[in-house]
T-cell receptor, first 111, second 117 residues
Framework: QKEVEQDPGPLSVPEGAIVSLNCTYSNSAFQYFMWYRQYSRKGPELLMYTYSSGNKEDGRFTAQVDKSSKYISLFIRDSQPSDSATYLCAMMNTGFQKLVFGTGTRLLVSP | GAGVSQSPSNKVTEKGKDVELRCDPISGHTALYWYRQSLGQGLEFLIYFQGNSAPDKSGLPSDRFSAERTGGSVSTLTIQRTQQEDSAVYLC???????????????FGSGTQLSVL
């Protein structure tokens, strides 16, 4: 079993829809949770960062962490065609220097 | 430069040949990472540098893989006697190590697409 599980998709939605992306994990020591966005033929870029449990909002994006369920989510409101990309969750223990990534979910937002 | 630079962007090689992949991190970033991304596999950690030393090289798949970093800047990932299963995108990332030792923000390059025929 992988440490981090993520549905690869693709997830296809119409423009304006609310998108929900999710990851589950098995390592209860993870404390730092991130979402990266990766466009085709580009490297991932950090989108959202959350420490421990709770919510964080940034514009149209909301990240949620539920440590009791070992479940994290990224919500995108009013989705745009420019949001079409692969979204990777990533997480890390305190004191460790490497991120453990999910496989990524490919999102397609149609006009 | 403004971002992490990797070269070449594409590399096609024959099975059994050696390849070198280069990474120029963001100036001043002390931490440097190599990841490998294969279809459907996500990002696989290979090695981490802090300055010129590699405290964690646990992700290197075999002794055919090696990496070095000089002057606390440029890093080279070398794959000897390449195999077809080495075909993947090799991504480099850098970050500025924070005081408490947690790097949550990695800046990635665009990667090198390696194809082994």
């Amino acid at each position: 079993q992988k440490e981090v599980e993520q549905d690869p998709g693709p997830l296809s939605v119409p423009e304006g829809a609310i998108v929900s992306l999710n990851c589950t994990y098995s390592n209860s020591a993870f404390q730092y949770f991130m979402w990266y966005r990766q466009y085709s033929r580009k490297g991932p870029e950090l989108l959202m960062y959350t420490y421990s449990s709770g919510n964080k909002e940034d514009g149209r994006f909301t990240a949620q962490v539920d440590k009791s369920s070992k479940y994290i989510s990224l919500f995108i409101r009013d989705s745009q065609p420019s949001d079409s990309a692969t979204y990777l969750c990533a997480m890390m223990n305190t004191g460790f220097q490497k991120l453990v990534f999910g496989t990524g979910t490919r999102l397609l937002v149609s006009p | 430069g403004a971002g992490v630079s990797q070269s070449p962007s594409n590399k096609v090689t024959e099975k059994g040949k050696d390849v070198e992949l280069r990474c120029d991190p963001i100036s001043g970033h002390t931490a440097l990472y190599w990841y490998r991304q294969s279809l459907g596999q996500g990002l696989e950690f290979l090695i981490y540098f802090q300055g010129n030393s590699a405290p964690d090289k646990s992700g290197l798949p075999s002794d055919r893989f090696s990496a070095e970093r000089t002057g606390g800047s440029v890093s080279t990932l070398t794959i000897q006697r390449t195999q077809q299963e080495d075909s993947a995108v090799y991504l480099c990332a850098s970050s500025h190590l924070r005081g408490q030792g947690v790097n949550e923000k990695l800046f990635f390059g665009s990667g090198t697409q390696l194809s082994v025929l």
